[in-house]
C-alpha cells in the first residue's frame, strides 16, 4: 500500500484496486484459519491450506498476464485477467480430485468462497463510491504511515 500512496493522484492511478488486494487478503486469512481448524483431517487440511495460498498468488498470475499489450476493460474480462490463474490451478485440483472419486465437501466450499470474494472484489472495483472510500484509505495510510 505504500507505494500506492506515494503514486496517489498520479497519471494511471486506481485506488480501486485495493478490492482485489483486500479480497485476497479476506480469503487468506478465512481459509488459513480453516486449514488449521481443519488438521485432524489431513486431505481437508491440504487442499483448504493450497486454495489458501492460492488466493493470494493472484499478484503474480496478473504479472504474468501483463506480458500482453491489451487489457480488459469489462468486468468479466477484468474477473478472468486478474483470476484466470487462480480459477485455472483450482479447475485442475478439481479435475484431479473428480478423477480419482474424492471431491471433497470441504474443497467446494472453499473453491465457493474465493470465487464468491472475488466477485464481490470485481464487482467493487467498478463502484465509484469503493474509488473514493480506496482513495482516502490510501491518502490516510501514506499521511501517517511514510
Known amino acids: 500500500m505504500s507505494y500506492e500512496a506515494t503514486n496517489l493522484h498520479t497519471p494511471g492511478d486506481n485506488p480501486a484496486f485495493l478490492a482485489i488486494s483486500m479480497g485476497s487478503l479476506l480469503c487468506f486469512a478465512v481459509l488459513i484459519t480453516w486449514g488449521i481448524l481443519l488438521r485432524k483431517n489431513m486431505a481437508a487440511h491440504r487442499r483448504i ?9 493472484v499478484a503474480g498470475f496478473t504479472r504474468l498476464l501483463q506480458i500482453f499489450p491489451l487489457h480488459p476493460t469489462s468486468p468479466v474480462g477484468n474477473y478472468f485477467f486478474f483470476f484466470s ?12 480430485d473428480w478423477k480419482k472419486n ?11 468462497f474465493v470465487v464468491a470474494v472475488q466477485v464481490v472484489s470485481i464487482i467493487l472495483f467498478y463502484k465509484p463510491a469503493w474509488k473514493t472510500f480506496a482513495g482516502g484509505v490510501i491518502a490516510a495510510w501514506g499521511k501517517f504511515a511514510l
Open 49 to 57: 491450506v493450497l486454495l489458501a495460498n492460492l488466493s493470494i498468488a
Open 85 to 96: 490463474g487462480t480459477l485455472f490451478i483450482v479447475l485442475l485440483m478439481l479435475f484431479w
Open 102 to 112: 474424492r471431491v471433497m465437501k470441504q474443497f467446494m466450499m472453499g473453491t465457493v
